[in-house]
C-alpha cells in the first residue's frame, strides 16, 4: 500500500513539472511601446504648472518650475495625494498617465506687538502696531500739554527710568510713558510801584531772571521778598521755583531836606529852617514862625498861594 503511494505522488509531480515546462510565458501587463502618457501636476491650491503631455512609457521627467502659493514654502511633488512618497524625477520613470501632487509647508507667522503711548494728560499719540520681537520702536512725535514742558517718554509712569528708542527693544505689548515739567507763573506784586510782568512758562526747578526795577515816587526800590511783610528775600542766583510764585517789592521812602521860609516872621530867631525828613512822612513837629501883628495860617508850598502841607511831598 505505500508503495502504491509513492508512485502516485512521483506521477502527479511529474505531470506538475511537464505542465510548467510547457506552459508559454505570461506579461506581467499589455504595454505598447509606442504609447504616450500624459503628467499632470496638482499644484493643491498653489499656482497651475502646465502638464506635461507625450511622455513615452519608461521616461523620466524634467521637474517644472515651482509654484507659488502665499504662506507657504514649496516642499516637492509627490505620487499620492497625502504627499507621503515623493517623485524622484531622476529615477522615476512614466509608466502611465500621471497625476503628481505639490507638498506645502506653511510659514510661520511671527508674533508682533503693540506699543502704547500714555501721554498722561497730554496731546493724543497713536499707538505703533505690528512690531516684532527684539524690534526697535519708532520714535513719535512729541505731545504737547498746556501749562507744561515735555520731558521725554519712560518705562515708567513715575518718569524715573527713560525710554532709549536707538537701543530699547519690546518682547511684549508695551506701554511708554510721558513726563512732563510743570510750567509755573511768578507775579509781582509792586506795593504801589510801577507794574512789573508776570513771568510765564517757568520750568520747575529753574532760577529767574530778575526784572526791571520798579519805581515809586518818593521810595527807593529795596528788592523783592518771598512775603508780603518784606521778612524774605528773594535770591536770583539760588532760589529755584517750584510752584506759582508772587514776590513782592519793599519800599525806603527818599530822604529829604525841607526848608521852612519865614518871610517875614521868624522861626525862634532864624528866618528860615531846613529840616531832614522822609518823603511822603508827616512833618514831626511843625514849625510855627511868629510875626508881630500877624497871624499864622500855615506852610504852604509857594510864597503866594500854593498848596498847604502838613506831610513831606513825594
Not at 496638482?42 to 502638464?51: C, I, L, R, T
Not at 506653511?106 to 496731546?123: A, H, M, Q, R, W
Not at 531846613?274 to 518823603?279: A, M
Amino acid at each position: 500500500m505505500k508503495k502504491l503511494k509513492r508512485i502516485v505522488g512521483a506521477a502527479l509531480a511529474m505531470i506538475l513539472l511537464l505542465s510548467i515546462v510547457s506552459s508559454p510565458p505570461v506579461m506581467a501587463a499589455d504595454v505598447n511601446p509606442a504609447a504616450a502618457f500624459t503628467v499632470t501636476f496638482d499644484a493643491n491650491g498653489g499656482s497651475e504648472v502646465d502638464e506635461l503631455p507625450g511622455i513615452a512609457w519608461g521616461d523620466p521627467i524634467t521637474a517644472p518650475s515651482a509654484p507659488a502659493r502665499e504662506g507657504y514654502t514649496f516642499a516637492g511633488w509627490y505620487q499620492d495625494s497625502g504627499c507621503r512618497l515623493a517623485w524622484n524625477f531622476t529615477f522615476d520613470t512614466v509608466m502611465s498617465d500621471t497625476t503628481l501632487y505639490a507638498k506645502w509647508k506653511l510659514i510661520p507667522v511671527p508674533e508682533t506687538y503693540t506699543v502704547t503711548f500714555d501721554t498722561k494728560g497730554g496731546s493724543k499719540i497713536d499707538a505703533a502696531t505690528g512690531i516684532l520681537e527684539d524690534e526697535l520702536v519708532p520714535k513719535p512725535p512729541s505731545p504737547t500739554r498746556p501749562g507744561y514742558d515735555f520731558t521725554g517718554w519712560y518705562k515708567d509712569s513715575g518718569g524715573r527710568m527713560a525710554w532709549v528708542f536707538p537701543k530699547d527693544t519690546i518682547i511684549m505689548d508695551t506701554t511708554i510713558y510721558a513726563g512732563w515739567s510743570k510750567n509755573y507763573k511768578v507775579r509781582f506784586n509792586t506795593k504801589g510801584g510801577s507794574e512789573v510782568p508776570a513771568l510765564t512758562g517757568v520750568k520747575s526747578g529753574s532760577m529767574i531772571k530778575k526784572p526791571k526795577k520798579p519805581v515809586r515816587a518818593g521810595y527807593r526800590f529795596a528788592g523783592w521778598y518771598c512775603d508780603s511783610r518784606c521778612w524774605l528775600r528773594w535770591d536770583f542766583g539760588r532760589d529755584v521755583v517750584r510752584e506759582d510764585t508772587k514776590l513782592y517789592a519793599k519800599w525806603k521812602p527818599k530822604s529829604i531836606k525841607l526848608t521852612f521860609d519865614a518871610g517875614k516872621g521868624r522861626i525862634g530867631k532864624k528866618k528860615s529852617i531846613t529840616v531832614k525828613n522822609f518823603c511822603g512822612s508827616k512833618i514831626i513837629p511843625i514849625p510855627k514862625p511868629i510875626r508881630p501883628g500877624y497871624v499864622f495860617m500855615g506852610w504852604y508850598t509857594k510864597k503866594s498861594g500854593g498848596v498847604k502841607i502838613t506831610r513831606n511831598p513825594r
